[in-house]
């Protein structure tokens, strides 16, 4: 019998297990990866201790600090159920079931897709969720990155610099984000922003050649080889039900990172905790551990 299962190991349920593990929980951290949205990111700039580190390099530092407690980390596993009976916190995963007292839901988000014709059949064959996974792919070729918000700023300024030409197709009137990401953007040469503009259909044969794209009223074809779907992001939440959330699929969660249901806490970007950050999950996560050691110490 664990006293906790921590799912999820982005910067949330990282900074958990090192914080149980401080406690002399025993624990277990179950994760389809290491990072989560975390290792995606390119420049961080705002992680205080660090006046710049990339996102992947972050990440080796919370695992490799993780991994000095020697902590249990069962990766490439998916929750699918989560359910309390008595007193025991039951899992269900992709490859197993497990029990504990205690758990802590650190799962984070995913990216949300276009729900366009084509999106389905050229995923990974040109379009694409993870500039900085695949962004170097694409050195010398025309782009378009879909969104306008700090994601698909972030996306752009990664590409400005390995792409020909960089097309920006977003939805809303301006760009959205931080100032200082949106004139790195604007000022660029290499990039055309359509402000209003609505995907319309993802177009190739084997290989994503174009866009369609109906922006001001009309139309247009847009002739790219890669496409960066930067339009947000959706809780990974499906699997936690019974659970109160909100109208984003958020889990709802207190100041103490309780859930509504005794003993299972949750942590980082899953939840509603407003301003989703790197810096902000982790201290998430260091709230959830510290909580769940206090549940433990007051139920036998």
């Known amino acids: 019998m664990l006293d906790l299962i921590i799912l999820g190991a982005g910067p949330a349920g990282i900074t958990a297990a ?42 080796a530092k919370f695992e490799e600090h993780m991994r000095r407690y020697g902590v249990e980390v069962k990766e490439g596993e998916r929750a699918l159920e989560i359910r309390k009976s008595g007193d025991i916190v039951w899992l269900r995963t992709d490859k197993g079931a497990y029990e504990a007292k205690t758990a802590i839901i650190a799962t984070g988000k995913r990216s949300k897709e276009l729900g366009v014709p084509g999106e389905s059949e050229f995923k990974n064959r040109g379009l694409t969720y993870c500039a900085t996974c695949d962004g170097p792919l694409f050195s010398g070729k025309d782009v378009a990155v879909i969104g306008g918000g700090n994601s698909a700023l972030d996306a752009a300024l990664q590409l400005i610099k390995i792409a020909r030409e960089v097309y920006i197709v977003n939805n809303l009137p301006s760009l959205l984000g931080d100032p200082i990401m949106r004139q790195k953007v604007e000022s660029s040469d290499i990039v055309t ?45 499906d699997f936690a039900q019974g659970l109160a959330k909100n109208e984003l699929g958020e889990l709802e969660v207190n100041n103490r990172n309780e859930t509504s249901i005794p003993a299972i806490f949750a942590a980082g970007d899953v939840t509603d905790v407003p301003e989703k950050q790197i810096i902000i999950a982790a201290g998430e996560g260091a709230k959830a551990a510290l909580s769940a050691f206090r549940y433990l110490s007051q139920h036998k």
């Open 18 to 59: 090192v914080y149980a593990a401080r406690k002399r929980m025993d624990l277990l951290v179950i994760s389809p990866d290491i990072g989560g949205q975390a290792a995606w990111s390119s420049d961080v700039g705002n992680y205080t201790g660090h006046q710049f580190i990339t996102g992947p390099d972050l990440v």
């Open 193 to 237: 922003v359509f402000n209003g503009a609505q995907v319309l259909e993802v177009l190739g044969e084997r290989m994503v050649s174009g866009i369609k794209i109906k922006s001001q009223d009309k139309e247009e074809h847009l002739s790219v080889q890669g496409i960066f779907v930067e339009i947000g992001l959706m809780p990974n939440s």
